[in-house]
């Protein structure tokens, strides 16, 4: 089962994990990811700096996201390995951060 940490404090949130996102991740991550922003998150921070892999359905999820959020006049933030972060509001900006991060992923 895919296992990850929710936090959440006054209108920002963070989705943590330190295990490989994987294809049973993907409808998890999403519902996630769904509830947070209709409840009105305003600033969304995905944690993938323990992430050891991702895989393309759980990448679909975040750059669905990304689109979400920015149409919604928001952004998403990744937090990656090696001190990075990019702040994404589509799908392309998303899956350039994650080439980086993941160069087999993307």
């Known amino acids: 089962m895919f296992n ?3 936090i959440r404090l006054g209108n920002a949130a963070m989705v943590w994990s330190d295990r490989s996102m994987v294809d049973a991740a993907a409808p998890v991550l999403d ?5 947070l922003l209709d409840s009105g998150v305003s ?29 919604r006049g928001r952004r998403l933030e990744l937090r990656l390995s090696g001190g990075r972060s990019a702040a994404v ?9 994650i ?8």
Request: glycine share 6%; proline share 6%; no cysteine.
């Open 43 to 71: 600033s969304l921070v995905i944690d993938l700096v323990r992430v050891p892999s991702i895989d393309g359905p759980v990448i679909a999820v975040l750059a669905a996201a990304a689109r979400r959020t920015g149409r």
């Open 31 to 35: 519902k996630a990811i769904g509830r």
């Open 4 to 6: 990850f940490k929710v």
């Open 89 to 97: 509001r589509d799908a392309a900006q998303l899956r350039s951060a």
């Open 99 to 106: 080439e980086w991060a993941y160069p087999t992923a993307a």
